[in-house]
């Protein structure tokens, strides 16, 4: 009994080795792993795509994501997928991915942070510059698509959806306390003093995870002109912005162990009514209705006090997008499969499909029957006269994390913002 | 003993080969990673020693050194020593010593990611169970973790949570010694403390080596728990080259110089673990 | 071993007289244990209670008990992951971990502590060094040779680093303990005619089942919660061991505590369950053992 399957297996092994090695001399080791699976069914064609995401687990568009697959296989028998998706917060997926891709163990298609952490791949020629790319359909997309090209000019990822981020306000502690919504810089700073003075904390925020906090006053003080500059320009407004921090800090503007709690406990603070403001991203929505506020709380632009910045200019994007590896593109057995999948993958239905499991603003279309909350973020995109990613996303990865992480010595007075960012750029050369 | 040799060669070989492969060789390619500026990936360029000349001066990764040094020390004599007085005592009593032995143990099924959320919420400022209770006691709130306490806030997790390690260790070799030893002792007058410093301790003294090397390395790599409990902070000061090492070769993909600091973290044990060995070495006993 | 004629101290005296020969002494030992005992229940408790109470709760009222009990979280921890399967990967992998690291580390031990030859000092030393190496600074040479070997995805992924890096550890603990058995029984053994590997199956290795049973118990708890190489080396559901599959379980609106707990509860019942059949191995290798139980 034994050996029987295991010579079955051995033979389809065969089979397939064989197929692979015909048409090309590079096997794939996808190809191999799965004829235990779907042994039964081997046609001639069959074709076996590898896909990389990071939506996976109870991710809500993890399920979604798979539905999308099984219908793409149902439609194409002779195609297998294998979905090798895994949740970004667990932190390994660009150790994986990097080590993927410089051991010739790419996927087929991947959804991956089209940021500084995708840099290697490109420059390698590791992924398709899909504006050439025979088959790949690129109409319909909105501006999002015109945001993934890369500084050499093409485009090698297609957007899923967009996100922003702001300030949330908790409009119904507003309200109680008799505190204007603050839409100057004026108002913003006279909010955290008023709830300073009560035991509402102004804004919750942890100082080492400090990412969106430090995005936010470096836009407010150097408007989007300055944000979207690099390190080695020294913006004197980066500096202003990060001793805003300390400003703000020192009237009390956060609690006293902002320094040691992560984004999750700030976030809790803020889900708990004990604090008025918090800086987030669009996916915060869904944990705001998960414990009933979403109608209690709006989001706004942060607002821009510099010369020549505007109150609107956002933080956000589409950070992530589909890349197509070169090796399965250049494979002639996989070609028109890579290809269909892909424009499967990046069709307006799906992309509605996927976004509206997450609320976010999708690439392509537009998302029907939303709160009103969530339809006023969307709205903020649209009318944003500027939309720039996160600094984090295009810096250098040590340098950010220098000054994100520095903000508590700036706060205790032990740096100066000055000292901390030409410190940054030293890490960044 | 004759012909031994190649029962030396028959018996070492396989530890040594399937080590060798799957832990010497990726460390040998981490050193000599630690020579370039790299990502690990795509980008790598000789920089001959520049990683190590930037680590003497970091001070962050100095700030990370003597964190763990002295997070090593605390957790060394305390978590070695309580589990070696815990041993003793379950060793010493004859009911109730299976409850013991199971509910010692519990602290380490749990993973690190509960006991650090766990102590998160002890800790935290406004809702943690610690001010809880000053609130309500009618005291003022206090913020537990500040640059002067988090070390040894951390600290302490760290050697509750594996003192159940040390003791399972001890309690066994505890065990091995032979009745007879005890009842010799006996009829000398020779019981309770001294019982445990004249006979228990100089018998068992070879695994409380294992057990202070063990502390020793395990100290060295700590990562988990800092992580969650401070993430290194309030400002670094907190930080251990666990944590260090990390932020650097996974959060910041600098490689290079994360391998840099994984060189120092095995010289550095290594060094210590020698020392440890050849204080101890001449109060080796055997039977 | 030498007799002991000094005379006691009077701290020696002291603690005769008030701990060892009196009640009292036995009393402040259980006393002592007690009190260990609640911190090491605490936390165990408290995952278990919080695992019945609805996500929020757990950060707003970790440490009241349930008030309205759920069982939610267990029941989006079947739906949402595939625990049984995943169960079986998990017994596979850190099984198979253990099995390989105690022969594999156990004869190497019996060579370390009961044989004399030139390297054995350096040996010793690589392999203390071999403990200090993170899991961080060897992942991606290791998983780009598990590319090369196409077993990406499959249980000797692995298998194979867990077993190398618990081996060093193995063999210090078993040779530590080995090398305290009687020269008396090795002797015997050798008059008897028992060549080296009789001598290490029939004399050491039952003497030495204790610490078998230790180190066998602290490899599969290693093996069986090392999240961080099971994420690269497999984590296709169809080999992924449980710690991946609970990983997942993280939405992208932050950590679920509530299914978290849950997940750890259902983790460490396996755990204690082994640790529970070890302790029993142990118990019963030191007394028939020629040594004392």
Known sequence: MKK???????????????????GNEETDSSSEDTPS????????????????????????????????????????????????????????????VNTDFSSDNEPDIMFYFNTVDAEGIIEEGKVVNLEEAEGIDLSGFNSMLEQQRHSDGNIYAAPQSGFYEGLFVNEKLFKEHGIEIPTTWEQYEKAIEEFAKTDIVPIAASTEDSYYVVEHYILAAGGMESYTLGLEEQDPAWAEGLENIKKHSDMGAFTPDAG???????????????????????????????????????????????????????????????????????????????????????????ILKIAGATGQPPAKGELTDLPEYLKAGHDLVSDAPAVALPINDRINPEAFTHMRTSVPAIISGDKTGEEVLERAQKMAE | MKGDKIYIYLFLTPAFIITGIFLYYPFVENILQSFYKTDGFFNSTFVGLDNYIRLLNDEIAKTALFNSLELMLYVTIFQVGIALVLAI????????????????????????????????????????LLNEM??????????????????????????????????????????????DFYEAAKLEGITGIQKMFRLTIPLIVSDLKTCIVLAITGTLKIFELVYIITRGGPGNSSEVLGTYMYQKAFGDTAMGYGATLAVLIVILGLTLAFITNKLLQKEEVTY | MQSQTEKLTFWENFQE???????????????????????????LAWVFLNSFKESRAIITDTFKLPTDPTMQNYINAFETVNIGKSYLNSLIISGSVVLLVLFIGGLAAFAMA????????????????????PAFATIVPVYRMMINMDLVNTYLALIIPHTAGNLPFAILVISGYMATIPKELEEASVMDGCGRF?????????????????????VFLWSYNDLFSSLVLVSHEKVAPIVVLLSNVSSQYGTDYGLMTAAIAMTVIPVLIFYLLAQKTFQKGATSGAVKG
Request: hydrophobic share 45%.
């Open chain 1, 4 to 22: 029987t399957k295991w010579s079955l297996l051995l033979g389809l092994l065969f089979l397939v080795i064989g197929l692979v090695a015909c």
């Open chain 1, 37 to 96: 699976d779907n042994g039964e069914e081997t046609e001639v064609e069959e074709v076996d795509l590898r896909v990389v995401t990071t939506m996976a687990g109870t991710d809500p568009a993890g399920e979604v994501f798979q539905e999308v697959l099984d219908d793409f296989e149902n439609e194409n028998p002779h195609i297998s997928i294998e979905n090798d998706s895994q949740s970004a917060d667990a932190g390994t997926i660009r150790t994986k």
């Open chain 1, 260 to 350: 040691t709690i992560d984004l999750a406990l700030a976030q809790e603070l803020f889900k708990q009514e004990q604090a008025a403001m918090i800086f987030e991203g669009s996916w915060f929505w869904g944990q705001l209705e998960e414990v009933g506020m979403g109608e209690d709380v709006t989001v706004l632009p942060m607002p821009v006090y510099a010369d020549g910045g505007e109150t609107g200019e956002l933080v956000g994007g589409a950070s992530q997008g589909w890349f197509v590896s070169t090796k399965s593109y250049e494979d002639e057995n996989k070609k028109d499969a890579v290809v269909d999948l892909f424009n499967h993958l990046t069709s307006e239905e799906t």
């Open chain 2, 89 to 128: 005592m379950v060793d010493s009593i004859s009911k109730g010593s299976g409850f013991f032995r199971t509910t010692f143990f519990f602290p380490i099924v749990i993973s690190g990611a509960a006991i650090g959320l766990l102590f998160t919420l002890i800790y935290n400022y406004r809702n943690g």
């Open chain 2, 134 to 179: 000053l609130v309500n006691l009618g005291f003022e709130r206090i913020l537990w973790l500040t640059e002067q306490s988090s070390l040894y806030m951390v600290a302490i997790p760290t050697i509750w949570n594996y003192v159940g390690f040390y003791f399972v260790i001890l309690l066994t070799a505890i065990q091995k010694i032979p009745n």
């Open chain 3, 17 to 43: 007289t008030y701990f060892s020969k009196s009640r009292i002494g036995k009393v402040f030992i259980y006393v002592v244990l007690t009190l260990w005992s609640m911190t090491t229940i605490f936390p």
């Open chain 3, 114 to 133: 009961r044989m004399k030859f030139k390297l054995r000092g350096l040996l010793q030393a690589i392999l203390i060094a071999s403990l200090l190496i």
């Open chain 3, 198 to 218: 009789k001598m290490f199956t029939k004399v050491f290795l039952p003497i030495s089942l204790p610490s078998f049973a230790t180190v066998g118990i602290f």
